[in-house]
Structure formats: C-alpha cells, structure tokens
C-alpha cells in the first residue's frame, strides 16, 4: 500500500488567514493525489483532483498543487464554513488516504 | 442531481455477517464504478472495494478474503457483505461512486453514511 502522511494533523487559524496543509506519498503517484473536506457526521466531500483541478461548485479560494511524492492544499481566505478536517487521497493504486487535518477556528 | 441513499443493520455480533445496500437514484448508472469506504477514529478512511455496472469487482487486498460486493441493475442498487466481522470492522460505511471514463479513483459523491457497531 502507498502510505499518506499529512500534516499538520489540526491546526488553528482565523477567518481571513491563509492555510496550506500538507501531504506526502511513500512513492511517486505522479498526480494522481484528491483532497476531500469532512464535516461533522457528514459524508467527505470532492474539493480537488488531479492533485490541481478544482471540482464543479468548490469556490475558487481552494487551490491545490504538487505532483510525485509532495502536495499541498491551500486555502486563500479562510471563510467560516471551511472549519472541517481535510483529507488527501492517491488513486495510483489501490486508494489510500492521509489521516485528516482538522482545521479549527482560532 | 444524484442522491446515494443507504441502509443496513447496525449492530452484529462477532463472526456474523455485516450487509449493507446503496441505492441510486438520478444520474447514469452505468457510467460510474460504485465503492464501499469505511471511516474508523483508529484508521481513518479505508476503501473496500467497487463494483461495476458489469458485476466487475474489484477489492482491497487487505480485506479481499471477507469482501463480496454485488450489483442489481434492474433497482439501480449495489451491496457490501463483509463475513467473519470483529470489533475491528465497527466504523461508519460510507457507499460512493467514481466516473469511470477516468483512470483515477476520484469519489465524487457519497452515501449519507451507516454506523455499524460488533459488539458481543
């Protein structure tokens, strides 16, 4: 299996601030690497694919990038409903997800 | 505007057999693969397995030997059966369905989710 490893595991920030969260591959996945948004008691939800290509509806201040082993997930301006746990996810192989960043209000 | 909707029991016993259906309603059935993800606190989001519209399947390895996922065309629905649960296998079961004219798993919609407890 390839392993995924974000960080930070949480992480405290303020409406309006800019976030990048942080995932990597145990092996090259060239770019095949998804982030999906999880709120409370709810399904996870498709943000980004591709490890760059927003989903139809994801507001623009979402933006991803990265391509091999390295990828980031950055939000531009923090808006209030983005307080959730983020989770990266290869579908080189057989998929395989990071263990979330929950992202909490500071 | 495609809705997952999902249902099964929710509390086994050790050794007994978790089942749970997903049905589809709106959008093309054939067009997508459709999957089983679990969501544990200790492991996170495991994928299960899929299922095409042919009855093709494919598994985790980690989990091949106790998985069977199926397909009913004609009710657009798609079933998990998990044999031989433990209190490992206590996590909430999610259904989801990927395009399959891309190469990539992508998960582009969800079930509402289905908390299933072992427990003796």
């Known amino acids: 299996d390839i392993q995924m490893t974000q960080s930070p595991s949480s992480l405290s920030a303020s409406v309006g601030d800019r976030v990048t969260i942080t995932c990597r591959a145990s092996q090259s996945i060239n770019s095949y690497l998804n982030w999906y948004q999880q709120k409370p008691g709810k399904a996870p939800k498709l943000l980004i694919f591709?490890?760059?290509t927003l989903q139809s509806g994801v507001p623009s201040r979402f933006s991803g990038s990265g391509s091999g082993t390295d990828f980031t997930l950055t939000i531009s301006s923090l808006q209030p409903e983005d307080f959730a746990t983020y989770y990266c996810q290869q579908s080189y192989t057989t998929p395989t997800f990071g263990q979330g960043t929950k992202l909490e209000i500071k | 505007q495609v809705q997952l909707q999902q249902w099964g029991a929710g509390l086994l016993k050790p050794s007994e057999t978790l089942s749970l259906t997903c049905a589809v309603y709106?959008?093309?059935?054939?067009?997508?693969?459709w999957s089983w993800i679990r969501q544990t606190p200790g492991k996170g989001l495991e994928w299960i397995g899929e299922v095409l519209h042919s009855g093709t399947t494919n598994y985790n390895p980690s989990l091949k030997s106790r998985v069977s996922i199926s397909v009913d065309t004609s009710k657009n629905q798609f079933s998990l059966n998990l044999s031989s649960v433990t209190a490992a296998d206590t996590a909430v079961y999610y259904c989801?369905?990927?395009?399959?004219?891309?190469?990539?798993?992508?998960?582009?919609?969800w079930g509402q989710g289905t908390l299933v407890t072992v427990s003796s």
């Open positions: 591709d490890a760059s």
């Open positions: 989801a369905r990927r395009p399959i004219r891309y190469f990539d798993f992508r998960f582009e919609d």
């Open positions: 709106g959008g093309s059935f054939s067009d997508y693969s």
